[in-house]
């Protein structure tokens, strides 16, 4: 009785796996990776552009607060033998206000350059994904991952679609205002 339980068991895995078998292979998958499309796409590289402006800017900022501290340090330095107890406290209360300044001019920095790193994504993200989402549709993929979010160890390339969102990108992307 238990050998022909098995052997029904048996028969309908094999049934099932053979009926599975030409809905698979009816599966379509595409492969895009988003983030080279924000990067390499006109839209992306004159983002990346502003981007580098507003970083060169917050840099040449924090340099100048830099070399300030720095020259204060020297100056403290070299006139410490001369200078009172009470003027030296003073000098380095006032030069480590000056560095308290200085690390939340760097922190604030991060905050501007991330966020508008994040500001510039979002409005060119759903322009991508509608895109995407129109290949899909029209093509019949099944599905389309994107390779930055998920590290796969191997892909069919012909069915990689990147340089195809790029240039579709490029032909139909309006920066909104």
Same mark, same amino acid.
Request: aromatic content about 6%.
């Given at each position: 009785?238990?050998?022909?339980?098995?052997? @029904? /068991?048996? @028969?309908?895995?094999?049934?099932?796996?053979?009926?599975?078998?030409?809905?698979?292979?009816?599966?379509?998958?595409?492969?895009? *990776?988003?983030?080279?499309?924000?990067?390499?796409?006109?839209?992306?590289?004159? /983002? /990346?552009?502003?981007? %580098?402006?507003?970083?060169?800017?917050?840099?040449?900022?924090?340099? =100048?607060?830099?070399?300030? !501290?720095?020259?204060?340090?020297?100056?403290? *330095?070299?006139? %410490?033998?001369?200078?009172?107890?009470?003027?030296?406290?003073?000098?380095?209360?006032?030069?480590?206000?000056?560095? %308290? *300044? #200085?690390?939340?001019? &760097?922190? *604030?920095?991060?905050?501007?350059?991330?966020?508008?790193?994040?500001? +510039?994504?979002?409005?060119?993200?759903?322009?991508? !994904?509608?895109?995407?989402?129109? &290949?899909?549709?029209?093509?019949? #993929?099944?599905? @389309?991952?994107?390779?930055?979010?998920?590290?796969?160890? #191997? #892909?069919?390339?012909?069915?990689? +679609?990147?340089? %195809?969102? @790029? =240039?579709?990108?490029?032909?139909?992307?309006?920066?909104?205002?």
């Amino acid at each position: 009785m238990k050998r022909q339980g098995w052997i @029904i /068991a048996g @028969i309908t895995m094999l049934a099932l796996v053979l009926t599975a078998l030409p809905v698979a292979a009816a599966e379509k998958t595409g492969f895009v *990776d988003i983030r080279e499309v924000m990067v390499a796409s006109n839209a992306g590289k004159k /983002a /990346a552009e502003d981007f %580098r402006k507003t970083y060169e800017k917050e840099k040449a900022a924090i340099v =100048e607060k830099e070399n300030e !501290l720095k020259k204060l340090r020297e100056e403290l *330095d070299k006139q %410490r033998p001369l200078l009172k107890e009470e003027v030296i406290k003073e000098r380095d209360s006032v030069l480590q206000k000056k560095y %308290r *300044d #200085y690390q939340l001019l &760097i922190k *604030d920095s991060e905050e501007e350059l991330r966020a508008k790193d994040q500001e +510039l994504s979002k409005k060119m993200l759903p322009d991508i !994904l509608k895109l995407v989402q129109a &290949i899909g549709e029209k093509e019949k #993929y099944t599905m @389309i991952i994107d390779m930055g979010q998920i590290p796969l160890a #191997y #892909y069919a390339k012909e069915n990689d +679609l990147t340089k %195809r969102v @790029i =240039e579709e990108f490029n032909r139909t992307y309006k920066p909104k205002k």
